[in-house]
Structures are given as structure tokens and as C-alpha cells.
């Protein structure tokens, strides 16, 4: 099977591209807390090499009144500075029954990647297959890997 193409545009796309061409081996790609942001970002920059691959992350769920009855984000809390600057970080997700899940909830969910239209704008997405409840992680918030592109 022909790996598809994860190529570096510029000098900031480097590590991304590096990183990419590690993931997209992987038969499923698991998103860790240690390289969230730099996982998530490596799968939307080059996303349609990860269309179609089976993806899994945890976070809280969360919504805004312009998802649909079926979206949701899972996300955590990425910070810059401080827990003050914090922001949600995520991923959209498309399940059958989201409705059982309460935002703030804390999931693992596992699906496959594709892409939607979201206010406009293609995004990732994941078409979820299975989703487990969990226990919040006793730190909920993400940063960026400072050691990401230095290997």
C-alpha cells in the first residue's frame, strides 16, 4: 500500500511533517496528553493522509449551539502561560448517540478520521465507534511538548 504524501511547505511544517510520517504507520493513532496539541495539529495539517485511519483520544466533552444533535468536541484545556489562558483544544467528533453524554463529561472515543463543514470550514472529524466514560485525569490541561522537533 502506498503511503501517502506528508510533505514539509516551509520551515515551521518540518517536525509536523516528521512526526506526520511516524503517525500515519501507526495502526491506530493514540493521542497522549504529553503531544496533544502537536498530535492534533500534525493530524489536521495533513489530514488527508489520516483520512480513514482509526484515531483515539481522551478529553471532556464539549459543545457549542452551532454542533449538530450528533457533534461534539473532545478537548482539554490548552494553555500557553497559565491555567487563566486556558482554551478548549480538540476534536470535532460525529456519534450516533451523543445525546447520552452530558458536556463536561470525560470520554475515551475511538473512530475513524474523515473531514465535515463546520461554520464554513472543512475540518477533521471523527465518526466515533466506540466512546468510554472515564474518570477526569487529575490535570486537565495540555501544553505544547517543548522538546517537539528537537529529536
Do not use: H
Request: aromatic letters at 10%; glycine letters at 6%; charged letters at 25%.
Amino acid at each position: 500500500m502506498e503511503e501517502p504524501a506528508i510533505e514539509a511547505t516551509d520551515e515551521f511544517m518540518e517536525s509536523y511533517a516528521k512526526f506526520g510520517k511516524k503517525l500515519v504507520r501507526q495502526n491506530v493513532v493514540k493521542v497522549t496528553d504529553k503531544q496533544f496539541i502537536e498530535t492534533l495539529t500534525t493530524i489536521d495539517l495533513f489530514r488527508t493522509a489520516f483520512v480513514g485511519k482509526t484515531i483515539e483520544l481522551s478529553g471532556f466533552v464539549y459543545r457549542e449551539e452551532s454542533m449538530g444533535d450528533t457533534q461534539f468536541g473532545v478537548s482539554r484545556f490548552a494553555i500557553n502561560c497559565c491555567s487563566a489562558d486556558a482554551s478548549p483544544y480538540g476534536m470535532m467528533v460525529n456519534y450516533d448517540k451523543a445525546n447520552t453524554l452530558e458536556t463536561d463529561e470525560w470520554v475515551t472515543v475511538s473512530g475513524k478520521l474523515g473531514t465535515t463543514a463546520y461554520n464554513g470550514i472543512e475540518i477533521i472529524q471523527l465518526q466515533v465507534d466506540k466512546v468510554v466514560k472515564i474518570a477526569p485525569p487529575e490535570d486537565p490541561y495540555v501544553s505544547a511538548d517543548l522538546d517537539f522537533g528537537l529529536e
